[in-house]
């Protein structure tokens, strides 16, 4: 999600790239067993696989159990060895540590991005954007280690004063938790979700235990044996459980903490299972999301502005073929703009070249698995039933470029139009995680707003206008129903990344549908991670055990 880092060019293939003691399909496709990492060794599952394949081609490429892994044994593993491993570490000491990581990644890349390919049906842009998200998310959070230099734990603001006597004070002492993290990601992102949640844990001084989704495990698979191989990491730091997540929730304790991303409805039953309800384990979720785009009134078609609008809602339909949480579901455009927008946007989607992710001149590949291709297509159903037509693209025509014919998870980019926004009742509410996105007209501003708000929480929304006024009605209206607010404008044209990329100086999250988490935002991101004490006593006394220095103390 960030651009390349300035490290070396990669270097030599790893030996893992060769894929010893694989066996062949009838295919001819080479099928590796994946492994998970726990308890200091890779432990292949015992039976019951799953199988991984090549959503262009249908090709089995791996398999993956977790069946006979103790995970009892694996998070108290997490808890003994590696949280006090961390916990002896300085920030400086654990931004060393994810600075080695992100630098040994990043000269696998171009092996990375291989299983990326193989494994998601991403293009090699897309693979970019989740592997170079991945290195520059741990880079971000190893500077930010290095800044905070020797400490351990964090002191939170000026102490107050509590009563008559400026000697007696309170402050917010923030100290790593002693249980360990579970990170349970989607499909969509192998590398970056296993970096980004990784990166903040471990500067926290908490060990994790990450779980990438079975069905594209492959890329998180050769991500961590590259960080075993080359990263020097401190033992119990990092576990991963490529497969099933058995009864690895089960175990979960009051010092632990879970961060999900997924579908709303797996949060919705995980947060609500008993032991994590019952032991008052921490969770962050990171769920569905309908983002909004809103063109302002004031942007003249063909204007810089507009021209941004038309590149980054292109693009965010189609980049990683629609499956993206920050994609853009609803497009909201002043009545009167309708058609010169439906026609613009149909322009730029029919250039998208839809095949085989390993072709160059191929724009957008395959869903990812065969269930998601039944999801979106039901998801278009169910829009078109609620009074949304198709304007562009089809649930089934699609003819993709270099792949053998009726194989493959495809879709081309689907564009759908709703006249009568306020009665399209599943545009607001059903998350089609393709590339698929739904045009509506509206009134005016306050219109907009309304109809952003409909979406009941999203991850990011996008405002495109140059009109200071308009920008103050729309952003203030909708930021309470946002975990990001882009805005578009024609002085960022040239600089704006668009909406889709997560930046980890920002908090990534949003609010109801959007699992009302946060993530990353830079140091906010580690407060998931602490427990925050309030100490009071003597503010001699507390400023000295707790290292604050003068110009702190309040
Ligand atoms: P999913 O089916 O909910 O799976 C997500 C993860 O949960 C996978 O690792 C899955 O493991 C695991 N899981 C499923 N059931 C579980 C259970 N009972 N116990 C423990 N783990 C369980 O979601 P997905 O299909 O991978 O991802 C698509 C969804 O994710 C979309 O709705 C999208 O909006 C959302 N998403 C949100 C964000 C965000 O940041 N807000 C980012 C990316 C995606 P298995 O694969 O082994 O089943």
């Known amino acids: 999600m960030l651009a390349p880092l300035p490290y070396p060019p990669a270097a030599p293939t790893p030996a893992w790239c060769t894929m010893r003691g694989a066996r062949r399909t009838n295919t001819g496709d080479a099928v590796i067993?994946?492994?998970?990492?726990?308890?200091?060794?890779?432990?292949?599952?015992?039976?019951?696989?799953?199988?991984?394949?090549?959503?262009?081609?249908?090709?089995?490429?791996?398999?993956?159990?977790?069946?006979?892994?103790?995970?009892?044994?694996?998070?108290?593993?997490?808890?003994?060895?590696?949280?006090?491993?961390?916990?002896?570490?300085?920030?400086?000491?654990?931004?060393?540590?994810?600075?080695?990581?992100?630098k040994v990644l990043f000269e696998v890349r171009d092996a990375l991005i291989d299983a990326s390919i193989a494994n998601g049906g991403t293009t090699r842009s897309d693979a970019k954007f989740d592997i170079d998200g991945a290195t520059g998310t741990l880079a971000f959070y190893a500077a930010l280690g290095d800044k905070l230099g020797n400490a351990r734990t964090l002191v939170e603001g000026p102490g107050e004063q509590l009563l008559r006597s400026p000697r007696f004070c309170g402050y917010h002492l923030k100290t790593p938790r002693?249980?360990?993290?579970?990170?349970?990601?989607?499909?969509?992102?192998?590398?970056?979700?296993?970096?980004?949640?990784?990166?903040?844990?471990?500067?926290?001084?908490?060990?994790?235990?990450?779980?990438?989704?079975?069905?594209?495990?492959?890329?998180?698979?050769?991500?961590?044996?590259?960080?075993?191989?080359?990263?020097?990491?401190?033992?119990?730091?990092?576990?991963?459980?490529?497969?099933?997540?058995?009864?690895?929730?089960?175990?979960?304790?009051?010092?632990?903490?879970?961060?999900?991303?997924?579908?709303?409805?797996?949060?919705?039953?995980?947060?609500?299972?008993?032991?994590?309800?019952?032991?008052?384990?921490?969770?962050?979720?990171?769920?569905?999301?309908?983002?909004?785009?809103?063109?302002?009134?004031?942007?003249?078609?063909?204007?810089?502005?507009?021209?941004?609008?038309?590149?980054?809602?292109?693009?965010?339909?189609?980049?990683?073929?629609?499956?993206?949480?920050?994609?853009?579901?609803?497009?909201?455009?002043?009545?009167?703009?309708?058609?010169?927008?439906?026609?613009?946007?149909?322009?730029?989607?029919?250039?998208?070249?839809?095949?085989?992710?390993?072709?160059?001149?191929?724009?957008?590949?395959?869903?990812?698995?065969?269930?998601?291709?039944?999801?979106?297509?039901?998801?278009?159903?169910?829009?078109?039933?609620?009074?949304?037509?198709?304007?562009?693209?089809?649930?089934?025509?699609v003819a993709p470029a270099g792949v053998p014919a009726g194989k493959g998870y495809f879709i081309a980019p689907v564009l759908l139009r709703a006249d009568q926004p306020h009665a399209a009742n599943a545009v607001h509410a059903h998350e089609v995680f393709g590339p698929v996105a739904t045009l509506m007209p509206y009134r005016d501003a306050g219109d907009a707003a309304a109809l952003v708000a409909r979406g009941e929480g999203s991850l990011v929304n996008t405002i495109y206008t140059d009109d200071r006024a308009n920008l103050e009605t729309l952003l203030f209206a909708i930021a309470p129903h946002s975990g990001r607010i882009l805005c578009g404008s024609a002085k960022i044209a040239e600089h704006s990344v668009g909406p889709g990329a997560v930046m980890p100086s920002c908090v990534h999250g949003g609010p109801g549908r959007a699992g009302g988490g946060e993530e990353l935002g830079g140091l906010r991101g580690l407060d998931f991670y602490f427990q925050r004490t309030a100490v009071q006593g003597d503010r001699a006394l507390l400023d000295r055990t707790l290292g604050v220095a003068p110009a702190d103390a309040g």
């Open 33 to 102: 067993t994946l492994k998970s990492y726990v308890q200091g060794q890779w432990v292949e599952g015992s039976g019951d696989f799953a199988t991984l394949v090549n959503p262009a081609t249908e090709a089995p490429l791996a398999r993956t159990s977790t069946a006979g892994i103790d995970f009892a044994a694996v998070l108290d593993y997490a808890r003994r060895e590696g949280g006090p491993a961390l916990r002896a570490l300085t920030f400086a000491q654990r931004g060393a540590l994810l600075k080695r990581m992100s």
């Open 178 to 397: 002693v249980g360990v993290a579970v990170h349970v990601n989607a499909f969509n992102f192998p590398a970056w979700g296993l970096a980004e949640k990784a990166a903040v844990a471990l500067l926290a001084g908490v060990p994790v235990v990450s779980k990438p989704a079975t069905a594209t495990a492959l890329l998180a698979f050769r991500v961590m044996e590259r960080l075993v191989e080359a990263a020097d990491l401190p033992l119990g730091a990092l576990q991963l459980v490529c497969g099933g997540a058995g009864d690895l929730l089960e175990h979960l304790g009051p010092q632990d903490v879970l961060a999900f991303t997924g579908a709303g409805s797996t949060g919705a039953h995980l947060r609500a299972l008993a032991p994590i309800v019952q032991r008052s384990v921490r969770v962050n979720v990171e769920a569905d999301s309908l983002n909004a785009a809103v063109l302002g009134a004031d942007v003249e078609p063909g204007s810089d502005t507009y021209q941004l609008f038309l590149r980054d809602t292109a693009r965010e339909m189609t980049q990683k073929a629609g499956q993206k949480c920050t994609a853009t579901r609803r497009i909201l455009v002043p009545a009167t703009q309708l058609d010169r927008v439906q026609e613009d946007l149909v322009e730029s989607l029919s250039r998208v070249r839809v095949g085989d992710p390993a072709l160059d001149d191929v724009r957008m590949g395959p869903l990812a698995t065969a269930p998601q291709l039944r999801d979106v297509r039901a998801g278009l159903e169910l829009l078109q039933k609620s009074g949304a037509h198709i304007v562009f693209g089809s649930a089934t025509d």
